[in-house]
């Protein structure tokens, strides 16, 4: 126990006693080489470009829109404004700059989630924050400009200051996360139920009610309710929901790994090994109900692996809790290994790599033809419309137009037929558009860049 704790008087309870607001020096040293780690696996695979999720170049087309106007410019309903205005204020940086704050934010997260266990006596709090870190659904979400990693980072400054008996700062800290990402405000149950047992629930709902709300009101006022809610649920297959919800988050390797520590779990519970204290129960009860309600919403919503990433947290905080370092240690190797390699195909972090390496080759290419078109052109770039509108500096260049795409054959047809423009596509889409809207491309435009466009670049290098 460190020089502080052993000045705290004996009459305190356990509760006061772990929940120190300034941690031991060994604490510290932990989080320090817990973040490193993060950190270098992190920088290790940033790529070029902002990431392979198409709203990640929509965060940084609101961010350079904020720049450029001053106000307020939502990326997506129902708004983002936490990372939106980071963003903005990190953009003149370049795509890098806003990919490597998003690493940062994740090694916070590790570093909270080790806290946050040790404050509740775990003895596998580092391990189980490098199981977070090195599961691939966090570590790819952790190299791209996306908001998943900055909510959740919020999500656990606001359960480590709830764990301190700081509601108010609890409360600010969640706000922060909704305004990070709404569906943040999953986690206000659980983290309000424990408020509740320390007798400050009021303080902290108050807390995060005005944070959060001062944080939508710019959305509100500029965009207005209608666009706030303006999305719908997305519906999959149970075979395409079980590959996006189990596959793609933990990886092959992962999954197998995860069986056989929930299995010695199992056992040590079954033989009464693991005995949870009050804190480590109540730390247990959080994270069950965080993990029950972000599971209940990508199942209702199976659109991105990285929906579950709260949901992975709170899984590998509920096994860490019950199970000792050479269980969670090995889960981590485990962990790392499945998201840089898979049987008999690249890992996902390796794969991601070499697609952003693609994609920059694409958009080059793509920014190339476009400022040699010279007459009235409509572009339809699909999947890629976001990430080729970033780059072009807005929707129309000299002559071209873009578009997304367009679900109705016949008012495409109609359209292009009053409009006397001429219609490409990007190469890329139409696989794409064809899955998703019903046609293919070819029947009613022509591709931007030769059919051998990857060869044509190769040479010119």
Same mark, same amino acid.
């Given at each position: 126990?460190?020089?502080?704790?052993? /000045?705290?008087?004996?009459?305190?309870?356990?509760?006061?006693?772990?929940?120190?607001?300034?941690?031991?020096?060994?604490?510290?040293? %932990?989080?320090?080489?817990?973040?490193?780690?993060?950190?270098?696996?992190?920088?290790?695979?940033? &790529?070029?470009?902002?990431?392979?999720?198409?709203?990640?170049?929509?965060?940084?087309?609101?961010?350079?829109?904020?720049?450029?106007?001053?106000?307020?410019?939502?990326?997506?309903?129902?708004?983002?404004?936490?990372?939106?205005?980071?963003?903005?204020?990190?953009?003149?940086?370049?795509?890098?700059?806003?990919?490597?704050?998003?690493?940062?934010?994740?090694?916070?997260?590790?570093?909270?989630?080790?806290?946050?266990?040790?404050?509740?006596?775990?003895?596998?709090?580092?391990?189980?924050?490098?199981?977070?870190?090195?599961?691939?659904?966090?570590?790819?979400?952790?190299?791209?400009?996306?908001?998943?990693?900055?909510?959740?980072?919020?999500?656990? %400054?606001?359960?480590?200051?709830?764990?301190?008996?700081?509601?108010?700062?609890?409360?600010?800290?969640?706000? !922060?996360?909704?305004?990070?990402?709404?569906?943040?405000?999953?986690?206000?149950?659980?983290?309000?139920?424990?408020?509740?047992?320390?007798? *400050?629930?009021?303080?902290?709902?108050?807390?995060?009610?005005?944070?959060?709300?001062?944080?939508?009101?710019? #959305?509100?006022?500029? *965009?207005?309710?209608?666009?706030?809610?303006?999305?719908?649920?997305?519906?999959?297959?149970?075979?395409?929901?079980?590959?996006?919800?189990?596959?793609?988050?933990? &990886?092959?390797?992962?999954?197998?790994?995860?069986?056989?520590?929930?299995?010695? @779990?199992?056992?040590?519970?079954?033989?009464?090994?693991?005995?949870?204290?009050?804190?480590?129960?109540?730390?247990?009860?959080?994270?069950?109900?965080?993990?029950?309600?972000? !599971?209940?919403?990508?199942?209702?919503?199976?659109?991105?692996? %990285?929906?579950?990433?709260?949901?992975?947290?709170?899984?590998?905080?509920? /096994? &860490?809790?019950?199970?000792?370092?050479? @269980?969670?240690?090995? !889960?981590?190797?485990?962990?790392?290994?499945?998201?840089?390699?898979?049987?008999?195909?690249?890992?996902?972090?390796?794969?991601?790599?070499?697609?952003? &390496?693609?994609?920059?080759?694409?958009?080059?290419? #793509?920014?190339?033809?476009?400022?040699?078109?010279?007459?009235?052109?409509?572009?339809?770039?699909?999947?890629?419309?976001?990430?080729?509108?970033?780059?072009?500096?807005?929707?129309?260049?000299?002559?071209?137009?873009?578009?997304?795409?367009?679900?109705?054959?016949?008012?495409?047809?109609?359209? *292009?037929?009053?409009?006397?423009?001429?219609?490409?596509?990007?190469?890329?889409?139409?696989?794409?558009?064809?899955?998703?809207?019903?046609?293919?491309?070819?029947?009613? %435009?022509?591709?931007?860049?030769?059919?051998?466009?990857?060869?044509?670049?190769?040479?010119?290098?």
């Amino acid at each position: 126990m460190g020089p502080r704790a052993s /000045l705290q008087p004996a009459s305190l309870s356990r509760n006061q006693r772990v929940f120190q607001s300034s941690p031991p020096r060994h604490t510290l040293l %932990a989080a320090l080489l817990v973040g490193g780690v993060v950190l270098v696996s992190r920088f290790a695979f940033i &790529g070029p470009g902002l990431g392979m999720d198409y709203d990640a170049w929509l965060l940084a087309s609101a961010a350079r829109s904020i720049v450029d106007s001053g106000q307020y410019i939502g990326s997506r309903p129902p708004g983002y404004p936490v990372v939106e205005g980071i963003f903005a204020l990190l953009h003149n940086l370049g795509p890098w700059a806003l990919c490597s704050a998003t690493a940062l934010a994740s090694a916070a997260a590790c570093v909270s989630t080790m806290r946050l266990m040790r404050s509740a006596g775990c003895s596998s709090a580092s391990a189980t924050a490098l199981c977070f870190a090195f599961t691939p659904v966090v570590w790819l979400s952790s190299v791209t400009a996306m908001d998943y990693i900055w909510a959740w980072c919020l999500v656990m %400054a606001s359960w480590n200051a709830l764990a301190e008996n700081r509601p108010r700062r609890s409360g600010v800290y969640l706000g !922060l996360a909704i305004g990070a990402r709404a569906t943040s405000g999953l986690m206000a149950l659980p983290l309000l139920w424990l408020a509740a047992r320390r007798g *400050k629930a009021g303080t902290f709902a108050l807390a995060c009610t005005a944070i959060a709300s001062l944080l939508y009101m710019p #959305v509100l006022q500029q *965009k207005g309710f209608t666009w706030m809610i303006s999305f719908s649920p997305g519906g999959r297959g149970v075979m395409d929901t079980l590959r996006l919800g189990v596959v793609e988050v933990w &990886g092959p390797i992962g999954i197998a790994a995860l069986g056989v520590a929930a299995f010695k @779990v199992g056992e040590r519970i079954r033989r009464r090994e693991s005995r949870p204290d009050s804190v480590q129960r109540e730390l247990i009860a959080a994270a069950r109900t965080g993990a029950l309600l972000n !599971l209940a919403l990508f199942l209702w919503m199976p659109l991105e692996a %990285a929906y579950l990433l709260p949901f992975v947290a709170c899984v590998l905080i509920l /096994l &860490g809790t019950r199970a000792p370092t050479r @269980v969670m240690g090995p !889960l981590a190797v485990a962990l790392l290994v499945s998201a840089v390699y898979s049987p008999g195909s690249k890992g996902a972090l390796p794969a991601d790599l070499e697609r952003r &390496g693609d994609q920059q080759v694409l958009l080059d290419l #793509v920014e190339e033809a476009l400022a040699d078109i010279q007459e009235p052109t409509v572009v339809l770039c699909g999947s890629m419309f976001s990430m080729v509108q970033y780059r072009m500096g807005g929707r129309e260049i000299g002559f071209v137009r873009l578009r997304m795409a367009t679900a109705n054959r016949e008012r495409l047809m109609q359209a *292009k037929a009053e409009g006397g423009e001429q219609y490409l596509f990007i190469n890329t889409i139409d696989p794409w558009h064809r899955a998703n809207l019903g046609y293919s491309l070819w029947e009613v %435009a022509r591709p931007l860049l030769p059919e051998d466009w990857r060869q044509l670049r190769q040479g010119s290098e």
